[in-house]
């Protein structure tokens, strides 16, 4: 089974600074998808960014950007330029590729920006 | 509609209650999962449906829970006899299925048992 793991239960950023929020995996699958989603207390589970495994590149999605480790199982987002609104909780997820598959979360973190 | 719909938004039930939880997914989306939140942990899957089939019950914690989705469209949630564990974020997601990997997540449910 594949497990998500957010060690860092909270970050605090200084507005227009950057931060960077860690996520490692475990997984004996080579195709598989990886998300961050942000979970704001409207509770609503927002996709932030996605990266495909077998792409190399690392994906970038405006101010957000991941740090993919495909043989390290770590996948790491960058907020640049962090803004008031990016305080949230933050969500890694794992997803085999396939119709049915489920995403596997980490237990998140707990994101505050500092005016 | 144009996103996920989830109702009641907020329900407090006594110990012992029924409670029915719904979800109007995007229309067209074949794929619909239903996932459990507990407070300060990430979401754990509970169930999956393709159009009005449940493919996968594995995450339903106990015999409590049931869950349908009779005409492939909205789905319930269905909680018999409420205990203090069950107190939870409930989140309804959809896909358009066949392999599509972004999901659309609603609002969820927040369910207080007192």
């Known amino acids: 089974a594949q497990t998500v793991t957010q060690s860092q239960p909270e970050m605090s950023v200084q507005e227009a600074e950057t931060v960077t929020l860690s996520c490692t995996y475990d997984?004996?699958?080579?195709?598989?998808?990886l998300f961050w989603y942000k979970q704001p207390p409207s509770r609503q589970m927002i996709l932030v960014i996605r990266q495909e495994a077998y792409k190399q590149q690392n994906a970038t999605e405006n101010r957000f950007s991941v740090n993919f480790q495909k043989a390290a199982k770590s996948f790491s987002l960058k907020i640049s330029d962090s803004q008031l609104g990016d305080a949230a909780m933050y969500f890694c997820?794992?997803?085999?590729?396939?119709?049915?598959?489920?995403?596997?979360f980490g237990k998140g973190i707990t994101l505050s920006v500092r005016p | 509609g144009a996103g996920v719909s989830q109702s009641p938004r907020y329900k407090v039930a006594k110990r012992g209650q029924d409670v029915a939880l719904r979800c109007d997914p995007i229309s067209g989306h074949v794929s619909l999962f239903w996932y459990q939140q507990a407070l300060g942990q990430g979401p754990e899957f509970l169930t999956y449906f393709q159009n009005e089939a449940q493919l996968d019950k594995s995450g339903l914690p106990s015999d409590r829970f049931f869950a349908e989705r009779p005409e492939g469209s909205v789905s319930t949630l269905k909680i018999q006899r409420t205990q203090q564990e069950d107190s939870a974020v409930y989140l309804c997601?959809?896909?358009?299925?066949?392999?599509?990997?972004?999901?659309?997540f609603g609002s969820g449910t927040r369910l207080t048992v007192v």
């Open positions: 997820a794992y997803r085999s590729p396939g119709a049915n598959s489920k995403l596997t």
């Open positions: 997984t004996s699958e080579s195709d598989y998808y």
């Open positions: 997601a959809s896909s358009l299925g066949q392999g599509w990997p972004g999901y659309t």
